[in-house]
């Protein structure tokens, strides 16, 4: 078949055909019991195979420009198995020293107690990744762009890195998600998501995946049937018909925020902003050449005599809530949340500042947005 265009991908790859009713959508099925006899697949829903989930599984591959995915029912079940499928006692992860929250608490808490070594890089760098293998190493994983400043690591490169060693590498592509950046074209061999972000899009599903081929997500299903991260058919159903949107969704929110952040950028009261389409990011020309959009997260500093806490409860339109990806914009105050467990001299290296806020751009109408910003900032002053 050609190559479908992304939009149609997102609309048509993956439906199950109604041949009882010709309906137009996907039939649902709950079943959590199929007939064994004579049958060439054992369904289960904790096998990953139930129809919903099998079918949707093709939407997220062919999205990602590989042969195979697997959904979960979050996407910490989706990186917390993959990491297991991959990596066993004895041997040794490489990890971006800026990751979400949830992944370093995973490693840190968890791994340990099976035995597996890890080694979170001094910066990101091709080069702090280099310095970070060791003989053991069986995976690297990266974030990119990275919560909460947006930083930008150069995908193909640890690609080539990963290759060159014989070492496995995963990226988190929750942020970008597939219509703003493919890893698997870079040569990255993993890609996850929590589909509870962009790909359900609506602040109403858990949800995560990961696409890569046959062959690994076959390994990873040998141990997502054992953890049993899977997600139910109805939420399933649910997400087939948010990613129907994922494309229009996307590249609205892109297209808001790169507005958003040139106006930002401008603004007297805000000292710094953090998004990869501006020339004054620093890895602007690496973002450009490894993403199609520069995404719809970015992050900007308050002026230093406004109060972060006083601005948020002042927004009206733009919530403070927790999450992002939503068709609503919202922000957060990294220190109070993703980074509250680092001291202040911890959030200081790594340049989180109480003065940061990130915002997830929705859909809204540009003007309203920057009504909201500008109302806020005025009630400060
Ligand atoms: C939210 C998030 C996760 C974890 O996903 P859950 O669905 O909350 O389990 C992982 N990575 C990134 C970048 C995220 O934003």
Redesign the pocket.
Known sequence: MKKLGENTICTHIGEIEDKQFKGAVSPMFLSTSYEFLDVDVKRYPRYFNTPNQEYLSRKIAALEHTESAIIFG??????STMFLAFLQKGDHLVVQNTL?G??VNFIKEELPKYGIEFTFTKGYEVQDFKKAIQPNTKLIHI?SPS?PLMTITDIKSIADLGKSNGILTSI?N??ASPINQNPIDLGIDLVMH????YFGGHSDI???AVASSAEHIDKIWNVAKNLGGNLSDMTVWMLERSMKTLGLRVKAQTKNAMKLAKWLHKHPKISKVYYPGLKSHPEYKLAKSQMKGFGAMLSFELHEKLDSYAFQKELNLIKSSM??AGVESNVISPHLTSHSLLTQEERDTIGISDQLIRLSVGIEDLKDLKEDINQAIAALT
Do not use: Q, V
């Not at 979050?74 to 990186?79: E, F, L, R």
């Not at 929590?194 to 972000?197: D, L, V, Y």
């Open positions: 979050s996407g910490m079940a989706a990186i979400y949830g992944t974030e919560n988190d929750t942020f929590s589909a509870t972000k858990s949800a995560g999450s992002l």
